[in-house]
């Protein structure tokens, strides 16, 4: 048995046993609460490993070629421990009120992380698919996991369709890829594209646009958006608050990977399919979430702004907009996971919680709640001195630098425009007389995930030079 493999291979293999562990402990166990935290422990034993790894040395790429253990695979690895760790936190609660408290639902969680990891650390196309196989199939489930609420079983059938189109398009761009180059692996594509002369072949592009709209339904670009608002909205909130940073941030990781590694020689073609797209990202997120009176699709719009913001420094094509496109990933899990889960404290028997008018007068009876939702609403903004601005500060300079100041200025002129919804939540919650009693349901496990997100939107936005530099260091080991 080869060593170095199972090595290279343990941080994943690690997260798979610990999720059929729970499947089993759930037959044994009858308090959730502990198959919860095994799942926890599984999660950090798997991210200790992957930093004895590091620590150790350890790089380089197994399975032929096909897996690769790298910082750029490591830094998306880290923001997809922290999904899960904080989504468990959030979801104690919330899933016992629903109903839902099962077993499955923790090894569910483990087993769409598992998927990512292996995306973020794909260098062959089959590996890809696969990690997306395992990632998707996962969340089509965890969406519809509280079957008995129509919305949430409709969002699941909504999202597996959808995404067993998104795979199809996906399984086509491969195909004509391999087809034309003759292999799936990345670097050999690359060296494939100028070998064999063929980046001026219009089947190829037409295959690099199928593997666009693929990566595009996974991170909502617009016009590949449209399961998004309603997934979000009829999903669990802990894991509408999972799926809006895991599957994006492993659909930038691919995309970043298969566009600079394979099809770095055509930046030209590519960055004028993607320039497009990321304007109406842009306008279509954040001028429908003005619109938006449930929060929950408010927040997926916002999602979906953000794709766009974010997709400027895949646009750039440099070792710097890479960077910046990795910072903005790991900001955004922290101030996104933290305003699901306020909208989580809310939650009671009875009570949804996720209406605008339910924040009314907030202020007035909780006031640590609202200024928790303050310091959210102000980082997706990107006010300082929170980590938003941080994350879009980096990514725009990547951007002009680059040469893309126009497409900069539209990017800030959108971001202005988000603050009219954001803000209004906060004026909902600070300017308005209560209109009815809320209570909150809190647990410590919600308070710690809310307070390691606070801290983190923070403190990230006023010493963000070790995250930069980080983020620098894991992608030029990419």
């Known amino acids: 048995m080869d060593l170095n493999l199972i090595r290279i291979l343990a941080p994943e293999l690690i997260l798979i046993c610990t999720a059929l562990i729970l499947l089993l402990l759930d037959l044994l166990v009858k308090r959730k609460e502990t198959v919860a935290f095994a799942g926890i422990i599984g999660a950090l034993l798997s991210f200790y490993v992957n930093i004895r790894l590091c620590a150790l040395g350890w790089s380089g790429s197994i399975l032929s070629g096909m897996f690769i253990f790298d910082g750029y695979a490591n830094f998306f690895k ?37 998927g990512m990891m292996i995306m973020a650390s794909a260098v062959d196309l089959i590996v890809l698919y696969l990690g997306l196989e395992l990632m998707a ?18 969002a699941a059938v909504k999202y597996f369709f959808l995404g067993a189109f998104s795979s199809a398009f996906l ?90 590694d394979a099809f770095g020689a055509m930046h030209v073609q590519w960055s004028q399919i993607l320039i497009p797209l990321s304007i ?12 938006q009176t ?14 766009g913001y974010a997709l400027l420094g895949i646009i750039a094509g440099t070792s710097g907009g890479l960077s910046g496109m990795m910072n903005y990933m790991f900001i955004y899990a922290f101030m996104n996971i933290g305003a699901f889960a306020v909208v989580i404290m809310l939650r ?29 609403m102000f980082s997706l903004t990107g006010i300082p001195p929170t980590a938003g601005f941080i994350a879009k500060f980096y990514i725009f300079m990547e951007a002009v630098r680059a040469g893309y100041l126009p497409l900069v200025i539209v990017a800030v002129i959108f971001s202005a425009i988000s603050a009219f919804f954001y803000l209004r939540v906060v004026m909902y919650m600070y300017m308005k007389e209560p209109q009815k009693e809320v209570s909150l349901s809190t647990t410590p496990a919600l308070y710690i995930a809310l307070a390691v997100t606070a801290a983190a939107t923070l403190i990230l936005g006023v010493f963000p030079s070790v995250l930069i530099e980080l983020a620098k260091m894991s992608a030029m080991g990419f």
């Open 78 to 114: 880290l923001i997809f421990y922290i999904n899960v760790i904080l989504t468990i936190f959030i979801s104690l609660k919330y899933m016992a009120l629903d109903g839902a408290s099962f077993g499955e639902y923790y090894a569910l969680i483990l087993f769409a992380s598992s």
């Open 137 to 154: 199939l996962s969340t089509y489930i965890l969406t519809g996991i509280t079957r008995r609420q129509i919305r949430s079983s409709e």
């Open 171 to 260: 399984l086509y761009g491969i195909s004509l890829t391999y087809g034309l180059t003759g292999t799936t692996n990345l670097k050999e594509i690359a060296m494939a594209l100028q070998g064999l002369n063929l980046l001026e072949n219009p089947i190829l592009s037409l295959g690099l646009i199928f593997l666009i709209v693929a990566f595009g339904f996974k991170i909502a670009l617009v016009p590949f958006h449209m399961w998004a608002p309603d997934v979000y909205e009829g999903a669990p909130t802990p894991v509408t608050a999972f799926m809006s940073i895991g599957p994006k941030a492993a659909g930038f990781a691919v995309l970043g990977r298969v566009l600079f």
């Open 280 to 291: 109406i990202t842009m306008a279509a997120g954040n001028i429908i979430a003005i619109a």
């Open 294 to 307: 449930n929060i929950k699709r408010m927040l997926a719009y916002s999602s979906i702004a953000h794709a």
């Open 348 to 376: 009671s028997e009875g009570f949804r919680g996720e209406e605008l008018s339910d924040y009314e007068g907030l202020a007035k009876n909780h006031p640590v709640a609202s200024a928790l939702m303050l310091i959210f």
